[in-house]
Each structure stands twice: as structure tokens, then as C-alpha cells.
């Protein structure tokens, strides 16, 4: 199985840049999925990260290190509808089919 | 629209009842999975699907049956629901679960309480 760690709740401003931590055992390891999650609604897909490195996707980024077991989700020039859960998630074994997912960072932005 | 759907989207049963939460996706998607959300454990994956008729345990699958008899649709069974199956149940589909085609789109949820 798979114990995934991230903080459970985070604040930031409008403006400001906030970086969401990751950390997974690395046995098993197949990928590494940032979801957003606002309150009462689904999980929507923000990044996916097979290979070490960072994936830019507009104002949110997905860094990689397999080695480590670390992720992080980047947001710059957050705006108040980032407030949300953001789920960090790895997919894991040879099938291809198993998904663990972590616990949720509450991301709260302040005007 | 390129959706997936649930039923019922909100549910109140006894304990011992038998019931059926229904996912349908219109993507021609290969994958799909259901999962169970808890306040302070997060998503947990209950049952997925590779394809017709190849389906696999996730991480809580007792109390819980599946079936994939076709693509689009991958129902979740209770046979003897319990106070512990109340939750908020998520489906989901991805093209595949492989290689790039890994975006997994999820339904609105059901929110089911057993009493």
C-alpha cells in the first residue's frame, strides 16, 4: 500500500504564490496526480508526474522527485476561487489501476 | 456533453438493505473505479475496472460488489448496506489507466446514509 502525507490546511493571500508538499513511500511507485477539490463538488485533475521534473500547466506547476518520494503543487497569483482541497494522489503497483490517494490540503486565500 | 453519471445523488436507507448505486460515463472510457470519502481520511478506492469485464479490489472493499458487463456502465452494490457504508461515493473514468491517458473524470457523487 501506500501512506501519503501532505499538511492538512494552508493559508495564503490574493497575489501570493503557495507551494503544497507531497510525500509518498517510494516502493511501487507508478505516478503522481494533483486533484482540486472545491467544497460540496468533485475532484477535478490538475497535473499528472511520471518522470523527475516540473510540468507547467498556466498558473500552476507539478514538481517530481521519484528518489525522494516528493511532490509539490505550485500556485502563483492565487485568486480567492483557489480556495479549495487540493489532493494529492499516487498510483501505484504494475496494474496500473490502484490509486492512493492523501488526505487533503485545505487551501484557504485571503483578500 | 462528455460526462459521468451517478444515481441516486442522495440516498437514505436501513441497516440490511440491499442497494445499487449506479455510474455511467459517455466517453467510451476503459477505466473506471469507485471510491468512498470520509471526513479526516480523504478519498479511499473501493473497486476498479480495466475494462469489460476485469474488475479489482481497491484499498476498502468489503461490503461492496462491482460489475463492468459493459463499457460505459459500472455499478456499485451494497448487498447488506451498513452504518459504516454511509459516505460520500464517488465514480470515476480515465481513457485508460496507462500511459498518457490517465485524467481520471469524476461523477457528482452520492451521499449515502445507512441508519
Known amino acids: 500500500g501506500q501512506n501519503i502525507d501532505q499538511p492538512t490546511e494552508m493559508t495564503a493571500t490574493e497575489g501570493a504564490i503557495v507551494q503544497i508538499n507531497c510525500t509518498y513511500q517510494?516502493?511501487?511507485?507508478?505516478?503522481l496526480f494533483w486533484y482540486q477539490q472545491h467544497a460540496g463538488e468533485a475532484p477535478t485533475f490538475l497535473s499528472y508526474?511520471?518522470?523527475?521534473g516540473l510540468e507547467e500547466k498556466g498558473r500552476f506547476s507539478s514538481f517530481l522527485s521519484r528518489s525522494k518520494g516528493y511532490s509539490y503543487l505550485l500556485l502563483k497569483e492565487l485568486q480567492m476561487k483557489d480556495s479549495a482541497s487540493y489532493l494529492c494522489?499516487?498510483?501505484?503497483?504494475?496494474?496500473?489501476?490502484?490509486?492512493?490517494f492523501g488526505r487533503g490540503t485545505q487551501l484557504t486565500v485571503w483578500p | 456533453e462528455a460526462q459521468v453519471t451517478q444515481n441516486p445523488r442522495y440516498l437514505i436507507t436501513v441497516t440490511g438493505k440491499k442497494l445499487t448505486v449506479t455510474c455511467s460515463q459517455n466517453?467510451?472510457?476503459?477505466?473506471m473505479s469507485w471510491y468512498r470519502q470520509d471526513p479526516g481520511l480523504g478519498l479511499r478506492q473501493i473497486y476498479y475496472?480495466?475494462?469489460?469485464?476485469?474488475?479489482d479490489k481497491g484499498d476498502v472493499p468489503e461490503g461492496y460488489k462491482v460489475s463492468r458487463k459493459e463499457k460505459r456502465n459500472f455499478p456499485l452494490i451494497l448487498e447488506s448496506s451498513s452504518p459504516n457504508q454511509t459516505s460520500l461515493y464517488f465514480c470515476?473514468?480515465?481513457?485508460?489507466?496507462?500511459?498518457?491517458?490517465?485524467?481520471?473524470?469524476f461523477g457528482p457523487g452520492t451521499r449515502l446514509t445507512v441508519t
Open positions: 470515476a473514468s480515465s481513457l485508460s489507466a496507462g500511459d498518457s491517458s490517465y485524467e481520471q473524470y
Open positions: 517510494t516502493s511501487g511507485f507508478n505516478g
Open positions: 508526474n511520471v518522470l523527475d
Open positions: 494522489a499516487v498510483r501505484w503497483g504494475s496494474t496500473l489501476g490502484r490509486l492512493y
Open positions: 466517453m467510451n472510457h476503459e477505466y
Open positions: 475496472s480495466m475494462n469489460v469485464e476485469v474488475t
